[in-house]
């Protein structure tokens, strides 16, 4: 694969004069940036590439120097980058991010985004010198990323920025010279239509007409924007939709919207733009709402309408609602959800009901809507500002991942350690330190009470139930969370833990909802978080664990093998006779028959043999009739022969017993006493789940 | 006859809904199904004789109910919601705002 990181970027049409490895005329990082910072001569000007910045002129006095946030972009070679920097400036986030585009011929195609969350930022009088790891979209073998910007006085032409990406043991990779383009992080081209009977579009307000939490200013659409780092170019042609194109009623329905956007907005088309359309209506179908993202069809969040017919009026009150109808529906179109329902985002984030934000309801906010209003800056919150600004591409912008999809990728500072912790709780995670690629990777969660007086908690440790969650930062940097196959609906529980029986459960991660998630040698790092009944955040520490290369041909072919879709439903659900998961059966026995004495064929035993101690029920699709395999207590017993003495739990079907044998299986030499508290843990958890289970009987 | 106004509110997923005054049925929704969009999966008004009650809310299929002591004089608005595995009632003077 082609990766604008690193040398095997330069096969293509590269930016030859700006590649620090193998291409000719490529340059030395130093000499990079020297001529980022102006120092240097050492390249001529070209077509499409910028010439050496003039050298500064000496001034008599120190003259202010200019921010270097914003949006930069490099105009040659194979990949194109659009870099964004946010260092400095109003409501800094101190991140960078960029998204690839590769040039082929006369055409561009979007490649692949990454962002560094924590940069380290070095600022000098003469320069900004930006360090981190990134995350990506792709697997990077420079996943380090230098970037140096020079500061130049107000009265100087804005300096470019070089970006250098680094392999983790230092080795330098490709690197970029990205002219500024423009001081906000993105730019969106908004068209607003207006229909025949809603009356006057809103204009502006002035944030002090009415207490609030902020600053007075007067706020359009575009400045309220313009404050999150964005510009929104007023474009394409303004039209007036005739009413009739509502039909009967003269109210919009989603579909009738869906449509008139199609016809009326001048820039659409069923593809990822940033390009968005607002109509201005009278009334939605329903008439409590007052503005909605209805573009939920095709390529999604490319129009939202508001409705005047709720919002329109000239009071102060009524413009501040239209300013914040406005600007709310249009974070919709950025792919943000409501401030209280975060946790619905694929993958999701902790639910923010407090948030003063643009994307928060004021009638649920805590204390109500006046307390919202009184409180409330006229602005998004952090979280929201990160994603808009750094993002990656394609869960940003207009027509990109659908509504909901990615809207909180890049929230991963939930799994930050709170600055202030009295929750009584201690969430342990624990695991094997290293396995084989392909082996199921099963972690360990333990929640202790630190509290003497012991603590009233919920026992739904697995997060499929929805109240942990883990997060995986994966070799090449990218962080995701673990999102479990099947989410289960459950009836709140409550247990009693003391310092001295704290709760625990064995969960296999290995696939989740997205597929597989260890599919790449190397050094994993993995945190979750608990949520109690009172909704602390309780963090567990950090665990590393290693996925080892294959060292022979037979890892590798198991590896193959077991790294398959259906195996890893299988582990999931340990085991099935569905049809669907036939492959990866075959998959299983294919491993059993062909390497019956390697460890990882002991997985397979087991997840088959498990599958056959039990009955197994299915719908058959001719009849609707349910059809009922009885347990094979005599081939399980082949298959799971000698694993008992390794894991002692075997023969169970209880999967919380099935995962912890998979944990043993993949830690052997856990020590007897670790083995024995666990399997105590555990116990205590599921009688009192049995408990609390009958006490809803 | 004063008004009660139900919006039905986010956290439904095709859910029945049943609302009471005083143990009297008002009202029973079907098949309520919340938008990502808006956060409302319906609203709807009803007459009710007296100004004051007890309302009860439950979502028949998921065991959920709920109740609250309502004076449809000052809060004839009534936001029901399941979050985070709850039945949640809002009673507001003012109609909330869906967006």
């Not at chain 1, 194979?78 to 960029?98: H, K, N, P």
């Not at chain 1, 809207?407 to 929750?423: G, H, M, Q, V, Y």
């Not at chain 1, 909704?535 to 037979?554: D, E």
Request: proline share 6%; aromatic share 8%.
């Amino acid at each position: 694969m082609i990766d604008p990181t690193g040398a095997s970027a330069d096969a293509g049409a590269h930016d030859e004069s700006f590649t620090a490895s193998a291409a000719p005329g490529a340059q030395t990082p130093a000499a990079v940036e020297d001529q980022a910072a102006g120092n240097g001569s050492t390249r001529a000007a070209g077509a499409g590439q910028i010439g050496p910045l003039p050298l500064p002129t000496p001034i008599p006095f120190p003259l202010p120097r200019r921010g270097v946030s914003g949006r930069y972009r490099s105009s040659a070679g194979s990949f194109r980058l659009e870099l964004r920097i946010d260092v400095d400036g109003a409501r800094t986030l101190r991140r960078i991010s960029g998204d690839f585009f590769s040039v082929s011929g006369s055409t561009t195609s979007y490649f692949g985004s990454f962002t560094v969350d924590a940069p380290a930022i070095t600022t000098t009088n003469a320069l900004v010198t930006i360090d981190g790891i990134g995350r990506y979209t792709w697997s990077p073998g420079f996943p380090k990323i230098r970037v140096t910007v020079p500061r130049v006085t107000i009265l100087q032409p804005q300096a470019p920025a070089a970006l250098q990406f680094f392999s983790l043991s230092g080795a330098p990779g490709t690197s970029y010279l990205c002219p500024f383009e423009s001081v906000f992080f993105r730019t969106v081209q908004i068209e607003t239509d207006i229909v025949s009977d809603a009356g006057m579009p809103f204009a502006a307000y002035n944030t002090g007409s009415l207490p609030s939490g902020g600053p007075a200013r007067t706020l359009s659409v575009q400045s309220a924007y313009a404050e999150a780092g964005v510009e929104m170019r007023v474009a394409g042609a303004s039209d007036v939709v005739q009413v009739a194109e509502a039909q009967a009623g003269a109210t919009w329905s989603d579909a009738e919207l869906h449509a008139s956007m199609v016809r009326h907005f001048s820039l659409w088309q069923d593809v990822p733009q940033f390009k968005v359309w607002q109509l201005v209506a009278k009334n939605y179908d329903n008439p409590s709402v007052l503005g909605i993202m209805f573009d939920q069809q095709g390529k999604q969040r490319q129009g939202c309408a508001v409705f005047n017919g709720g919002l329109g009026g000239t009071t102060a009150d009524k413009l501040r609602l239209q300013l914040y109808a406005y600007v709310h529906e249009l974070g919709h179109c950025f792919n943000l959800l409501h401030s209280w329902q975060k946790s619905l985002a694929t993958p999701p984030s902790p639910n923010r009901p407090s948030s003063l934000s643009w994307m928060n309801y004021p009638q649920l906010y805590p204390g109500g809507s006046a307390a919202f209003w009184a409180a409330f800056a006229f602005q998004f919150d952090d979280q929201e500002v990160a994603h808009i600004r750094h993002g990656f591409l394609n869960n940003v912008i207009m027509g990109g991942s659908n509504f909901a999809v990615g809207s909180a990728l890049e929230d991963t500072r939930k799994f930050d350690r709170p600055i202030e912790d009295r929750s009584g709780l201690r969430l342990e995670l624990a695991a094997a330190r290293s396995f084989a690629l392909g082996e199921p990777i099963v972690v360990d969660l333990t929640l202790h009470a630190t509290d003497t007086r012991g603590k009233t908690v919920h026992p739904h440790l697995n997060p499929s139930a929805g109240l942990v969650q883990i997060a995986i930062s994966k070799p090449n940097g990218q962080v995701v969370s673990y999102e479990p196959m099947i989410e289960q609906c459950i009836m709140p529980q409550t247990v009693s833990i003391n310092p001295a029986s704290p709760i625990g459960e064995s969960v296999y991660i290995g696939y989740g909802h997205d597929g597989l998630l260890f599919e790449q040698p190397g050094t994993y790092q993995l945190r979750a978080v608990y949520t109690s009944l009172r909704g602390s955040q309780v963090v567990s520490n950090i665990i590393k664990m290693r996925v080892r290369s294959p060292v022979n041909a037979a890892d590798d072919e198991i590896a193959d093998l077991l790294l398959n879709d259906d195996v890893g439903a299988l582990f999931y659900l340990h085991g099935s006779d569905a049809d669907e998961l036939r492959s990866g059966r075959d998959a299983l026995d294919k491993v059993i028959d062909k390497f019956g004495a390697h460890p990882l064929a002991a997985y397979a035993r087991l997840t088959k043999g498990a599958n056959l101690a039990r009955e197994f029920k299915m719908v058959a699709v001719d009849s609707n009739k349910v059809q009922v395999r009885k347990a094979k207590p005599a081939e399980s017993d082949k298959l799971l022969a000698g694993l008992v003495d390794t894991v002692g739990d075997a023969h169970t079907t209880d999967p919380t017993m099935l995962t912890a044998a998979m944990l043993t299986l993949a830690e052997p030499a856990r020590k007897p006493a670790q083995k024995a508290a666990a399997a105590a843990r555990r116990a205590a958890s599921a009688n009192a789940s049995k408990a609390m289970a009958r006490s809803y009987e | 006859m004063p008004t009660l106004h139900l919006a039905f509110e986010d956290g439904f997923e095709g859910d029945e809904v049943v609302v009471a005054l005083d143990g009297r049925e008002l009202a029973r929704a079907k098949g309520l199904k919340s938008s990502l969009a808006t956060a409302l999966a319906a609203t709807h008004s009803v007459q009710v004789g007296p100004e004051r009650g007890e309302l009860s809310v439950s979502v028949t299929g998921k065991g959920l109910q709920a109740a609250l002591a309502i004076d449809l004089a000052a809060t004839p608005h009534l936001g029901i919601a399941v979050r985070e595995g709850r039945l949640v009632l809002r009673a507001s003077a003012d109609p909330p705002v869906y967006l």
